[in-house]
Structures are given as structure tokens and as C-alpha cells.
């Protein structure tokens, strides 16, 4: 089970599930921070600490929520709803602990016409 953290360890996650390739968005607020976006349902993810130190960013129609470490300001998850409406979570593969990113099939998204 994969596990990561921002980037002072204060907030602290696991992600069960296999890693099977990373999106990469072209959106305004990925590509500017540089995401590599791995995709789960939201069940899969669980804050083992610092649950407290996140904080919340919101754009654009204001329907994900960019959850982002208030001491240090990484964003390693962000939390949405699929257009079905099931509840899934965006993994910063960049936040997860011994991922080998040049293995990752990276999948490009078109975001800004989102």
C-alpha cells in the first residue's frame, strides 16, 4: 500500500490500489505545480496524520477540493466526484514514497478546456 506525505510530514496518507498510470493535466493549476495525478476512489485514501493541517483551495467552478498542507503548502491530494458522482480522490504521485515516475505511463488531459 503506497504511502506519502506533504512535504514537512506533518499530514501523512496511505492509497490501496496498484498504481497504473499517472494523469498529467494541462489545466492552469496542475501544470504550474507540476502533477502527476493518480485517480481512486475516494475510500482507497486514508489520512494517517495531520488531518488538522489541511487546508482547502477551490477554482473555477469550485467542485474539487485542492487539499493542501497549511505548515508547508504541498498539495499531495485533491478530493472530487466523478461525473457519475462517485467520490474519488487525485493522488500527487510526486507526494508518494518510493514511486519510480519514469515508470508511471503518464496519460495527457486536456484541463484548460474543462
Known amino acids: 500500500m503506497p504511502s506519502?506525505?506533504?512535504h514537512c510530514g506533518a499530514v501523512q496518507f496511505t492509497v490501496a490500489g496498484e498504481i497504473d498510470q499517472a494523469i498529467e493535466c494541462n489545466c492552469s493549476h496542475c501544470s504550474r505545480k507540476g502533477f502527476l495525478l493518480w485517480f481512486v476512489p475516494r475510500a482507497s485514501l486514508t489520512v494517517t496524520a495531520g488531518?488538522?493541517?489541511l487546508a482547502t483551495y477551490t477554482f473555477n467552478r469550485h467542485?474539487?477540493?485542492h487539499r493542501f498542507c497549511s505548515v508547508c503548502g504541498c498539495q499531495p491530494f485533491g478530493l472530487g466526484r466523478m461525473?457519475?458522482?462517485t467520490e474519488t480522490a487525485?493522488?500527487?504521485l510526486r507526494c508518494l514514497e518510493g514511486v519510480d515516475l519514469e515508470?508511471?505511463?503518464r496519460v495527457p488531459v486536456n484541463g484548460r478546456e474543462f
Do not use: H, L, Y
Open 4 to 6: 506519502g506525505s506533504c
Open 103 to 105: 515508470a508511471v505511463a
Open 51 to 53: 488531518n488538522g493541517q
Open 83 to 85: 461525473p457519475d458522482g
Open 63 to 65: 467542485v474539487i477540493e
Open 90 to 92: 487525485a493522488i500527487n
